[in-house]
């Protein structure tokens, strides 16, 4: 563990990133927490390839004044391909070509080879009992790091991850949500491996949202905040023709760190969840048929959120990290 952190009161971080649009709101909303220390970022394929997501996060870093936050290079496929993943078509269009809605940021030269998987499963801070772990992208860098320490289910205190949908449609298929479309078999695989998970879906992260009202008060803000806010609008457009009726954009990766920071802001169902693999359903999160009688449920999963103090700590804390007060 490093001395950073052994001499805080301050909660550890590591967020697991497929660097797209709204994993660009979580890393603000993550830095902009004083509650917690971001000690990490591992890149995920998903909204963008793995590399591109890399190269998104340092650049997020450098922009928003923390080019110390080391990043980590996740695989760069699902855990049942055999070849590197690149996004279809429809993703592109949702995050842009860059996977930031085309905005350019300013400095982006730093790179990283350092491994993700091995950080996962080896790293000291991975064991303070107080980790907080935040996927949000698919599951592959998690899974693989369980297949190669079998332990780590039982040293990691909890993960908080973004994806699925219990009670409402799937935004891929009518029942996958995308991070677990792109990689079931991780999914399912970290569903069934013995660790304490809460699953920040689809059924809360729909009625999380961000309006332009708010983005043109970034513009105030300097050169972060009209980064950002020209991101979030163009993600927002998207959502404005594809889901004309929820009034802005979904936050669905900055719910998922705001509710491992603070588990109150949401209200779960407890369950053992597992998520099919074949036929038309593939992908779908559902409570296992064969746990179902168990007395011990391993995943908390968000029916509820409190959505006027969750928008109020995401304008706070989203303001902060891009340099307002
Ligand atoms: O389904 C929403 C999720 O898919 C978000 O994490 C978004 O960033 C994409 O990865
Ligand atoms: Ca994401």
């Not at 809460?198 to 983005?215: F, K, N, P, S, Y």
């Not at 074949?278 to 168990?294: E, I, K």
Request: proline residues 7%; contains cysteine; neutral net charge.
């Amino acid at each position: 563990m490093s001395d950073d952190i052994r001499g805080t009161s301050r909660i550890p971080l590591v967020l697991d990133l497929d660097t797209g649009i709204d994993d660009a709101l979580a890393l603000a909303y993550a830095l902009g927490s004083p509650e917690v220390e971001l000690v990490g970022v591992v890149s995920s394929y998903g909204n963008v390839t793995m590399e591109t997501a890399a190269r998104n996060t340092c650049a997020l870093l450098e922009l928003l004044g923390r080019p110390d936050i080391p990043v980590y290079l996740g695989l760069d496929r699902p855990t049942a391909s055999a070849g590197p993943f690149s996004p279809p078509p429809g993703v592109v269009r949702i995050h842009g070509e860059n996977g930031l809605g085309g905005a350019v940021l300013p400095c982006g030269c730093r790179t990283t080879r350092q491994n993700g998987v091995d950080f996962i499963a080896n790293a000291g801070v991975m064991r303070h009992r107080e980790l907080c772990y935040v996927p949000t992208g698919p599951l592959t860098n998690l899974a693989a790091a369980l297949r190669r320490s079998p332990g780590l289910a039982s040293r990691l205190p909890r993960v908080t991850f973004m994806g699925g949908a219990l009670t409402v449609p799937g935004n891929v298929t009518p029942c996958a949500e995308a991070n677990v479309h792109n990689d079931p078999e991780a999914a399912d695989a970290v569903l069934h491996s013995g660790l304490r998970t809460c699953m920040v879906g689809l059924d809360v992260t729909h009625q999380a949202i961000l309006t332009r009202e708010e983005t043109a008060a970034w513009r105030e803000l300097g050169a972060a905040g009209r980064l950002f806010a020209q991101m979030a609008d163009y993600y927002i457009g998207i959502y404005e023709k594809n889901n004309p009726c929820l009034g802005g954009c979904a936050l669905h990766d900055p719910l998922a760190v705001a509710a491992a920071i603070d588990p109150t802001l949401v209200r779960c169902l407890s369950a053992n969840l597992c998520v099919d693999l074949t036929g038309p359903t593939r992908g779908r999160t559902v409570c296992d048929p064969a746990r179902l009688r168990d007395a011990e449920k391993r995943c908390d999963v968000a029916l509820g959120v409190d959505v006027p103090r969750f928008l109020g700590e995401f304008r706070t804390r989203v303001r902060r990290a891009l340099g307002g007060r």
